[in-house]
Protein backbone atom coordinates (compact mmCIF):
# COMPACT_ATOMS: atom_id res chain seq x y z
CA UNK A 1 0.00 0.00 0.00
CA UNK A 2 1.46 3.29 -1.04
CA UNK A 3 0.98 6.58 1.81
CA UNK A 4 -1.78 7.53 -0.22
CA UNK A 5 -3.66 4.47 -0.55
CA UNK A 6 -7.10 4.25 0.81
CA UNK A 7 -8.15 0.22 1.81
CA UNK A 8 -10.62 -1.84 -0.20
CA UNK A 9 -13.92 -0.94 1.23
CA UNK A 10 -13.88 2.51 2.59
CA UNK A 11 -15.49 5.55 1.24
CA UNK A 12 -15.65 9.31 2.62
CA UNK A 13 -17.29 10.10 5.20
CA UNK A 14 -20.71 11.11 4.93
CA UNK A 15 -21.35 12.45 8.42
CA UNK A 16 -19.37 15.53 9.08
CA UNK A 17 -19.36 17.74 11.98
CA UNK A 18 -16.76 21.36 12.72
CA UNK A 19 -14.88 19.26 15.41
CA UNK A 20 -13.20 16.73 12.46
CA UNK A 21 -13.49 19.35 9.52
CA UNK A 22 -9.73 20.08 10.05
CA UNK A 23 -8.85 16.61 10.03
CA UNK A 24 -10.52 15.51 6.27
CA UNK A 25 -10.35 13.56 4.73
CA UNK A 26 -11.95 11.06 6.63
CA UNK A 27 -13.10 7.55 5.69
CA UNK A 28 -15.56 5.19 6.90
CA UNK A 29 -16.22 1.38 5.98
CA UNK A 30 -20.05 -0.37 7.14
CA UNK A 31 -20.32 -3.30 7.89
CA UNK A 32 -23.64 -4.86 10.02
CA UNK A 33 -22.69 -4.48 13.19
CA UNK A 34 -20.20 -1.10 12.80
CA UNK A 35 -18.96 1.58 11.36
CA UNK A 36 -15.13 1.64 10.80
CA UNK A 37 -13.25 5.22 10.26
CA UNK A 38 -9.83 5.65 8.85
CA UNK A 39 -7.52 8.01 7.90
CA UNK A 40 -4.36 8.86 6.50
CA UNK A 41 -2.11 10.63 9.07
CA UNK A 42 -1.11 13.72 8.05
CA UNK A 43 0.53 16.86 9.88
CA UNK A 44 -2.92 18.28 11.44
CA UNK A 45 -3.44 14.66 13.26
CA UNK A 46 -0.44 15.36 15.32
CA UNK A 47 0.95 16.54 18.60
CA UNK A 48 4.19 18.90 18.90
CA UNK A 49 6.20 15.80 18.92
CA UNK A 50 4.79 14.93 15.43
CA UNK A 51 2.88 11.64 16.70
CA UNK A 52 -0.81 11.25 16.45
CA UNK A 53 -2.45 13.45 18.88
CA UNK A 54 -4.34 11.63 21.68
CA UNK A 55 -7.52 14.53 21.32
CA UNK A 56 -7.70 13.03 18.01
CA UNK A 57 -7.72 9.21 18.93
CA UNK A 58 -10.32 10.26 21.96
CA UNK A 59 -12.85 12.19 19.71
CA UNK A 60 -12.68 9.71 16.37
CA UNK A 61 -13.35 6.68 18.96
CA UNK A 62 -16.30 8.62 20.06
CA UNK A 63 -17.46 9.28 16.94
CA UNK A 64 -16.54 5.40 15.44
CA UNK A 65 -18.57 4.32 18.87
CA UNK A 66 -21.55 6.21 18.51
CA UNK A 67 -22.17 5.90 14.58
CA UNK A 68 -21.78 2.04 15.31
CA UNK A 69 -24.34 2.33 18.44
CA UNK A 70 -26.44 3.97 15.63
CA UNK A 71 -25.80 1.24 12.63
CA UNK A 72 -26.82 -1.83 15.25
CA UNK A 73 -30.19 0.14 15.39
CA UNK A 74 -30.48 0.56 11.88
CA UNK A 75 -30.27 4.25 12.16
CA UNK A 76 -33.38 4.67 14.07
CA UNK A 77 -32.35 6.65 17.07
CA UNK A 78 -29.49 9.51 18.55
CA UNK A 79 -26.70 8.80 20.84
CA UNK A 80 -25.06 11.01 22.92
CA UNK A 81 -21.66 10.34 25.39
CA UNK A 82 -22.30 9.53 29.05
CA UNK A 83 -18.57 8.42 29.46
CA UNK A 84 -15.46 7.32 27.60
CA UNK A 85 -12.33 5.95 28.38
CA UNK A 86 -9.02 5.01 26.36
CA UNK A 87 -5.89 3.60 27.40
CA UNK A 88 -2.94 4.27 25.25
CA UNK A 89 -0.41 1.46 24.59
CA UNK A 90 1.12 3.12 21.30
CA UNK A 91 2.10 5.72 18.94
CA UNK A 92 1.92 6.52 15.49
CA UNK A 93 3.39 8.88 12.70
CA UNK A 94 2.24 10.73 9.80
CA UNK A 95 1.63 8.58 6.64
CA UNK A 96 0.59 5.70 8.61
CA UNK A 97 -3.23 4.37 8.11
CA UNK A 98 -4.91 4.89 11.23
CA UNK A 99 -8.31 2.92 11.82
CA UNK A 100 -11.30 2.61 14.30
CA UNK A 101 -12.83 0.05 14.66
CA UNK A 102 -15.59 -0.62 16.85
CA UNK A 103 -17.29 -3.54 18.93
CA UNK A 104 -21.21 -2.77 20.21
CA UNK A 105 -21.79 -5.22 23.00
CA UNK A 106 -25.16 -4.30 23.90
CA UNK A 107 -27.59 -1.81 22.75
CA UNK A 108 -30.89 -1.03 25.47
CA UNK A 109 -33.96 1.12 25.33
CA UNK A 110 -31.40 3.99 27.35
CA UNK A 111 -28.15 2.76 27.10
CA UNK A 112 -25.85 1.60 24.74
CA UNK A 113 -22.35 0.00 25.50
CA UNK A 114 -19.48 -0.56 22.97
CA UNK A 115 -15.36 -0.53 22.43
CA UNK A 116 -12.57 -0.27 20.14
CA UNK A 117 -9.32 -0.64 18.87
CA UNK A 118 -7.69 2.43 17.25
CA UNK A 119 -5.26 0.69 15.06
CA UNK A 120 -2.11 2.21 13.04
CA UNK A 121 -0.66 0.33 9.96
CA UNK A 122 -2.93 -2.68 11.79
CA UNK A 123 -1.05 -2.24 15.20
CA UNK A 124 -3.42 -1.79 17.84
CA UNK A 125 -2.18 2.01 19.21
CA UNK A 126 -4.77 2.23 21.89
CA UNK A 127 -8.31 0.79 22.65
CA UNK A 128 -11.43 2.92 24.14
CA UNK A 129 -14.89 1.75 25.75
CA UNK A 130 -18.07 3.96 26.05
CA UNK A 131 -21.30 4.52 27.33
CA UNK A 132 -23.83 6.05 25.15
CA UNK A 133 -27.34 7.34 26.17
CA UNK A 134 -30.40 6.87 23.73
CA UNK A 135 -32.00 10.03 22.74
CA UNK A 136 -34.72 9.24 20.63
CA UNK A 137 -34.86 11.19 17.09
CA UNK A 138 -37.61 13.83 17.41
CA UNK A 139 -40.49 13.16 14.76
Same mark, same amino acid.
Given at each position: ????????G?E?L %????????????????K +?????????????????????I??GL???L????M??????? +????? %??VTV %??????V?S???????????????????I?F??C???????V???A %?G?????????
Open positions: MTDSAIPDFP %SRESPLTEPWKPLYAK +TDKAVIIGLRLARPHTNGRGLHGIAAADNAGYSCAQV +TNWTT %SF %SLSIDFGAEIGQWCSIESDVIKTGKTCAQLIKADGVIAR %STFRVVPKKA
